[in-house]
T-cell receptor, first 110, second 109 residues
Framework: NAGVTQTPKFQVLKTGQSMTLQCAQDMNHNSMYWYRQDPGMGLRLIYYSASEGTTDKGEVPNGYNVSRLNKREFSLRLESAAPSQTSVYFC?????????FGEGSRLTVL | RKEVEQDPGPFNVPEGATVAFNCTYS??????FFWYRQDCRKEPKLLMS???SGNEDGRFTAQLNRASQYISLLIRDSKLSDSATYLC??????????FGGGTRVLVKP
């Protein structure tokens, strides 16, 4: 029972490159989330998916796209990475009033 | 204005002392509230939910003031291990969960 698994854990990109962050949960929860966290700041909501088949924008969706592939998987795509997207990205799922997080993905855009 | 705001601190607290801090929210339709703890940029972990009547979990007490739109967290008899960043979270309709910027607490001997 892994909970929430994010891949990759570390990634370095050049400006303009694209990549997808993968997230999978084995907890059978409906709602999933992508947050980013910059140094000295809290978590900012990028996109969320209240249930399979739905996605909604959060506070900072620009520059990102998401796919809720099925109940288990929620991916985050950067189509053309920018240095401002250098951050730690957390995926989470919501169950019984509690958010369960992955360990985070550290992305650096040069 | 951010939806959820916190004093970033740090709150420097002597070991054994009491510390309290607030979190304000702007969406009056927010339904539920939580406090999370985060250590050294690791993933946040749930500390406690916040109920309208106030609730206590050991040395931690959380309260909700809907009229003034804030929640609070009080830590009694602070331990060195309480040093962390405390994040408040507001849950709105559709399971949208918004975090505050976090309050850093440093407990010193």
């Amino acid at each position: 029972n892994a909970g929430v698994t994010q891949t990759p854990k570390f990634q370095v990109l050049k400006t303009g490159q694209s990549m997808t962050l993968q997230c999978a949960q084995d907890m059978n929860h409906n709602s999933m989330y992508w947050y980013r966290q910059d140094p000295g700041m809290g978590l900012r909501l990028i996109y969320y998916s209240a249930s399979e088949g739905t996605t909604d924008k959060g506070e900072v969706p620009n520059g990102y796209n998401v796919s809720r592939l099925n109940k288990r998987e929620f991916s985050l795509r950067l189509e053309s990475a920018a240095p401002s997207q250098t951050s730690v990205y957390f995926c989470a799922c919501l169950g019984a009033g509690e958010l369960f997080f992955g360990e985070g993905s550290r992305l650096t855009v040069l | 204005r951010k939806e959820v705001e916190q004093d970033p601190g740090p709150f420097n607290v002597p070991e054994g002392a009491t510390v309290a801090f607030n979190c304000t929210y702007s969406n009056s339709a927010s339904q539920s509230f939580f406090w999370y703890r985060q250590d050294c940029r690791k993933e946040p972990k749930l500390l406690m939910s916040v109920y309208s009547s106030g609730n206590e979990d050991g040395r931690f007490t959380a309260q909700l003031n809907r009229a003034s739109q804030y929640i609070s967290l009080l830590i009694r008899d602070s331990k060195l291990s309480d040093s962390a960043t405390y994040l408040c979270v507001a849950q709105a309709a559709g399971n949208k969960l918004t975090f505050g910027g976090g309050t850093r607490v440093l407990v010193k001997p």
